[in-house]
């Protein structure tokens, strides 16, 4: 089945919608406004004009011959960049470039503010040394930014640059927008007894809806269990998932991602507040059940038998902040009402 566009056949729809675009998207408020001054102008003269806008007489010419040039097209009255065609260049010698590639050769990557204190143990004879945001500009002016990278050697001697593996990251600005928009997991880690004891989290970015299990493995085979019994529990079909760069959201864990056709999202190394939501999911899941069972802990089954009834009341009954002092299921069945009658004590 042919689908035809809603303007198919008008004659003059093209243009229309060419004028529409541009007027939207390339012309700025300030040429729109220049316009109607320019209009006001042509009408009731300078000085009506230069006494209504309070702009000047040379202003106007300005802009009455920058429209012209552009042939009557309004993006000729857009701002231009006010950056001066000669700018000031920075003068600092050699030997202080060379005195912060060297710091940064022998500390790699070392950062700017860094640097500039470290700067007069190595250039003790100069009048002068830059401060912490001019090294980042002169680091910035390199041609190699001063960095320097791993590099691995091969079998036949060749050395080579160790890339860094390209991740997915979230977008800055994201929300969610309905249930299962987007998932976070994270991983508990508990030292019980000389034995290490890991607590898998899951948590609904848009309802808060949670989950958890303990285990005695922390590879990705463990974690790819936890998300397919996650799909077993939360019924709402996954756009994407969020994880830190643990080990354990690796290898089988992102093949089980694959196969569901999920994106894979990561955080930032050090910045927790990317997966803020499941973070205070572990906090409370610590402070109100763990910190009251680390015995069971040594024995999973044990403990994920205790932790079934505490999560049914944590998604069925607690308050949250968050939701309005609404329980994850109360939120559900507010915003999705044909859901009212799904209780997750059957599962």
């Not at 700018?87 to 940064?104: M, N, Q, T």
Request: proline fraction near 6%.
């Amino acid at each position: 089945m042919q689908i035809h566009r809603i303007w198919y056949g008008v004659q003059g729809s093209r243009r229309l919608a060419n004028y529409a675009l541009r007027w939207t998207h390339m012309v700025t408020e300030q040429a729109k406004r220049k316009a109607r001054i320019l209009a006001f102008w042509q009408k009731h003269g300078t000085e009506a004009s230069v006494e209504a806008f309070g702009v000047k007489r040379r202003t106007l010419y300005d802009w009455q011959a920058r429209l012209k040039k552009g042939g009557g097209q309004l993006e000729a009255l857009n701002n231009k960049s006010r950056r001066p065609h000669s700018v000031r260049k920075r003068l600092w010698g050699d030997g202080v470039k060379a005195a912060i590639r060297s710091l940064r050769i022998e500390h790699p990557n070392l950062g700017p503010d860094k640097v500039a204190l470290l700067l007069p143990h190595h250039l003790s004879s100069a009048p002068f040394l830059p401060k912490a945001r001019t090294v980042a500009r002169l680091i910035a002016d390199a041609p190699d930014k001063m960095r320097t990278f791993p590099v691995k050697v091969r079998h036949n001697g060749e050395i080579v640059k160790r890339q860094r593996a390209q991740k997915l990251r979230k977008p800055k600005h994201f929300n969610a927008l309905y249930p299962g928009h987007c998932v976070s997991l994270d991983t508990v880690e508990r030292f019980i007894h000389g034995c290490r004891r890991y607590v898998l989290t899951f948590t609904d970015v848009y309802s808060r809806f949670s989950l958890a299990w303990a285990t005695t493995s922390h590879a990705s085979k463990a974690a790819a269990e936890f998300f397919q019994l996650t799909r077993v529990l939360f019924p709402f079909p996954l756009s994407y998932a969020l994880t830190d760069n643990g080990s354990e959201f690796m290898k089988h864990f992102d093949e089980a991602l694959r196969q569901q056709h999920l994106l894979h999202w990561h955080t930032y190394p050090k910045t927790p507040k990317m997966n803020a939501h499941d973070e205070r999911f572990n906090r409370t899941i610590q402070e109100e059940f763990v910190d009251y069972h680390e015995p069971e802990l040594l024995d999973p089954e044990t403990f994920n038998q205790k932790l079934l009834p505490w999560l049914l009341w944590y998604n069925g009954e607690r308050p949250h902040w968050g939701l309005k002092l609404k329980s994850p299921l109360q939120f559900l069945s507010i915003q999705h009402p044909e859901l009212c009658n799904m209780w997750w004590r059957d599962t």
